[in-house]
C-alpha cells in the first residue's frame, strides 16, 4: 500500500522542495531588482569668465543711455534757448490767424529756366521746367507783417541773438558789419521802423524766413517756382516786364541804373512795397528792392543734372539760393536784377538789402 507524503506549497501554489536525499535544501529565489546606472550627465560648455561682467556693463550702459537721452529732450524742450542757427520751437496758430498777406495764383506749366546770353555759366544751359499750379505772396513780405509773427511768438532773429547784421555805407560804397543792426534797427542801433511797417523786413537769415513762412502756413519757394513767377508768361526775357528798362520813359522798379546815382529812381534805399508797377502776373518787386531766399540749396552746375518736373535744388550743400537783386544791382559785376541772375549765401547771413516772400 502506498504511502501518502504531503507536499508543502508556497503562498502562490508553488511547491516548495523539501529537503531531502533527493531534495536538498534549495533556498528560495527572490528577483533581486536591477542595478539602475548612475545618471550620465551632460557634459556643459565653460562659462567665460568674463561673460557675466560684460552683461553688467551692457546694461548700465543702456540705462545710462536712457537716462542721459530724456534728460536731453527735457532740457531742449523746456530750458534751453533758441539757437541762432535754427528756427523756434512753437505751435503755430490756428490756420485762420496764419494767412498772411495777398497772393496770386499762377497756373504752373512749362517755361523755360535760364539766359543762353548770360556771362555766368551757373545760368546755363537754358531748360525747360514743369511746375504744378502754386499760390506766391504778391509782394515781399513787410516790417508789419514780421512784427504779428514776432508779436505772437516772442521769436527772435538771428541778427539779434548774434548782436550785428552787414550794412551798407553810402559814403564809401562799402559794406560793414554794424552792431545793433537787426530787422527792428534797418540802420543799426540808433535807427526804428517808425514810418516803415510797408517796408520789406530785412536783416533776416534763411533760418529766420522758413520760421515766418511756416507760422504763416506757407513755404519758401523753390528757385524754379521764383523764376516762373518772375517771368509772368513772357519767354527769355531779361526783366519781369520784357528787355527795356525804361517803359514809357519810367523806372519799373527799385535798383541802381549804370552810371547814376543810387536813388536815380526816386529811392535811396529800399522802397515801400508796390511802389511800382505790378507785372502782368500782379506781382511787385520781382526786380530789385531786395533780395529774396529760395528754399534750394546752390550748386553751379545744378541746370546740367536738375530733374524737369519740380526741381527743388542739390539735396545738400554749403550756401541758399537768393534771387531778385536790390536797390543795390547790379552789384559785383552781376545784373541782380534779371530774372534768371542766380546768387547765394549761407543760411545765417543777413544784410540790409535782403529780404523773403512766400508761397503755398
Known sequence: MMRRVDIPKTRRGRVRPQAGPHYPQAPLRRRQAEPVPPPVEEPQEPVPA????????????????????????????LISPVEASAPPRFCPPPVSQRTVGNMVRLPGGIFRMGDPMAAVADEQPVHEVILQPFYIDEHEVTNRQFGQFVAQTGYRTTAERRGWSHLYDRSSDTWCKREGADWRHPGGRAT????????????VSWYDAMAYARWAGKHLPTEA?????????LRDTVFPWGNEELVNGQY??????????VDADGFQMAAPVKSYPPSRSGLYDMSGNAWEWCADWYAGDYYRYSPQEHPQGPPKGYQRVVRGGSFLSPENFRPGHHVSTRWQRTPDFTSQHLGFRCVR
Not at 557675466?52 to 534728460?71: D, E, G, M, P, Q
Not at 519799373?252 to 546815382?261: D, E, K, P, T
Open 225 to 233: 517756382q521764383w523764376e516762373y513767377a518772375a517771368r509772368s508768361g
Open 192 to 203: 526804428t521802423l517808425e514810418g516803415r511797417e510797408i517796408f520789406p523786413v530785412v536783416h
Open 50 to 77: 568674463g561673460r557675466n561682467k560684460r552683461f553688467w556693463i551692457v546694461l548700465a550702459s543702456l540705462t545710462l543711455a536712457v537716462v542721459l537721452s530724456t534728460a536731453g529732450l527735457a532740457y531742449r524742450w
Open 252 to 261: 519799373q522798379a527799385n535798383y541802381r541804373q549804370h552810371g547814376q546815382a
